[in-house]
DNA sequence: ACCTGAACACCGTTCAAGT
DNA sequence: ACCTGAACACCGTTCAAGT
């Protein structure tokens, strides 16, 4: 029955995952995951479609080790939990993170995390059709920071990529409070 | 010598260039490049030094292709005129593109753009000793845009992309300005 | 329903051999 | 100096066959 379809299909993709953390994103093939579930590279296809659709799962569990915050804090800091928590994955899974940009957002769990978003910008204030776009853009920024550094883009060390979240942070937010305000003042 | 073996390399990196934007990133192997050549794949590893050197080299071509603003423009239209050679690029080259976000900007192609950026940002007033963070930021941001958008991560039009763009030059530029002022009144 | 063996059409790369 | 043939150790995927 379906249940155990999912175990299975979960099973497949944490091997997937951790094969990809141990030994590098080429690493991750067909065959080694099979060898580490214990079964042949062709019964991998009942559970997931092929290698495209395996990385497509393995992104989709990234995104679901994502934290999202409680609705009691203030926007500020829910805002600063997400972008740490992302970072922190990112560092969790360097050879896979990057897939997340390359993915449409259009699956589940990227729509868990999008919408946590959502609450938290309307919480500070934004407009509702301001939302959308002021997503598309922190998580541009966010995913791809997290990318770059995890990524080795970076050619300085993590107390300079600190200082750059904070700056972004400080501006960025200033930003948002004064789409906030624009709202207040037109709304009411 | 080393002017013919330049010009080899050249070519293979245009028929390396132009298999991925016909048929593919997962297309562009050795032995495809070396067909298109007209050589043995072996070949190949003489000019490049292997397929991940390859790569790079690919990425090197893609970042020769921005085109950098004339120095008497404003600050303003020279960013948004990188901006835009940037995302034109990476429509040209979807598949390659987000690579860009994946290898060290430690090459020397890398290094021209960033440069210019440099230049760009120092005529805008930012502060000597903040310039690469600010460089950071923005690069980090346009190049995970461009890529979002020509690797079909949005999930929205051009028109609401390039209101994106025009929301963040907005804030971003007025963070810059800021960061200028404040240099201006600690500086004379 | 689920898994396998055997096979197909590919990969990147090494190395000795050719010119 | 430059290129090749042959070979090695891999890939993802299909399909008929087993239970």
Same mark, same amino acid.
């Given at each position: 029955?379906?249940?155990?379809?999912?175990?299975?299909?979960?099973?497949?993709?944490?091997? $997937?995952?951790?094969? *990809?953390?141990? =030994?590098?994103? %080429? !690493?991750?093939?067909?065959?080694?995951?099979?060898?580490? /579930?214990? &079964?042949?590279?062709?019964?991998?296809?009942?559970?997931?479609?092929?290698?495209?659709?395996?990385?497509?799962?393995?992104?989709?569990?990234?995104?679901?080790?994502?934290?999202?915050?409680?609705?009691?804090?203030?926007?500020?800091?829910?805002?600063?939990?997400?972008?740490?928590?992302?970072?922190?994955?990112?560092?969790?899974?360097?050879?896979?993170?990057?897939?997340?940009?390359?993915?449409? $957002?259009?699956?589940? *769990?990227?729509? =868990?995390?999008? %919408? !946590?978003?959502?609450?938290?910008?309307?919480?500070?204030? /934004?407009? &509702?059709?301001?939302?959308?776009?002021?997503?598309?853009?922190?998580?541009?920024?966010?995913?791809?920071?997290?990318?770059?550094?995890?990524?080795?883009?970076?050619?300085?060390?993590?107390?300079?990529?600190?200082?750059?979240?904070?700056?972004?942070?400080?501006?960025?937010?200033?930003?948002?409070?004064?789409?906030?305000?624009?709202?207040?003042?037109?709304?009411?």
């Amino acid at each position: 029955m379906a249940r155990q379809r999912q175990t299975d299909r979960d099973t497949i993709l944490a091997a $997937a995952l951790s094969i *990809a953390d141990e =030994r590098g994103l %080429d !690493a991750l093939t067909m065959r080694a995951v099979a060898d580490r /579930v214990g &079964v042949t590279p062709m019964a991998l296809y009942r559970y997931v479609g092929g290698k495209s659709q395996l990385l497509d799962g393995v992104v989709e569990r990234l995104l679901l080790e994502v934290t999202l915050p409680a609705g009691r804090l203030s926007w500020r800091e829910q805002l600063a939990k997400m972008t740490g928590s992302l970072r922190s994955t990112a560092r969790r899974h360097p050879e896979v993170f990057p897939l997340l940009m390359q993915r449409p $957002a259009a699956t589940e *769990a990227a729509k =868990r995390v999008r %919408d !946590a978003v959502y609450a938290t910008l309307r919480s500070a204030g /934004v407009a &509702v059709d301001e939302v959308p776009r002021v997503e598309r853009i922190l998580s541009t920024f966010v995913i791809g920071f997290a990318a770059s550094e995890a990524g080795g883009r970076f050619t300085v060390g993590r107390r300079a990529l600190d200082g750059d979240l904070a700056w972004f942070g400080e501006h960025f937010l200033a930003a948002i409070e004064s789409a906030g305000a624009d709202q207040e003042e037109s709304g009411q």
